[in-house]
């Protein structure tokens, strides 16, 4: 299957800001066309209740990165916890969501937090057309 991307929303409320289209490019770029996505969008208690089965974290994450296979992985997003930090940061929500979906995203392509991350996500960022 191409261009697979399939979205949950759990919470209550309007959570998308970002165009399905740009959702696969985004991801066709950074983890090609043949890899399945699925994207969940949980509340404060969901998120906090699988980073504390899935890692022994306590707190609520923004973003959870799970690869199931070499083609498949599932992005958990906490839209509340994105719209605060977007908030710190003086971003708007989608440029945000775009920041953490790339982020996530670069986990799943197996990246680790650090100097090469940072740099590949402000090129994608930029090259997207979304500003922090």
Do not use: W
């Not at 083609?71 to 945000?96: M, R, T």
């Amino acid at each position: 299957m191409e261009d697979s991307v399939s979205i949950q929303n759990t919470t209550r409320g309007k959570v998308l800001t970002l165009p399905l289209v740009k959702i696969l490019q985004i991801k066709n770029k950074i983890l090609g066309k043949k890899y399945t996505l699925s994207l969940a969008f949980v509340g404060t208690c969901t998120a906090r209740k699988i980073n504390l089965q899935t890692r022994n974290k306590t707190y609520t994450p923004n973003t959870l990165s799970f690869q199931y296979t070499t083609n498949s992985g599932e992005i958990i997003l906490c839209p509340v916890i994105i719209k605060k930090q977007a908030l710190q940061n003086k971003a708007k929500y989608a440029d945000y969501l775009a920041f953490i979906l790339i982020h996530s995203l670069l986990h799943l392509k197996g990246l680790d937090h650090g100097i090469k991350m940072e740099l590949l996500e402000q090129k994608l960022v930029k090259e997207f057309g979304y500003k922090l």
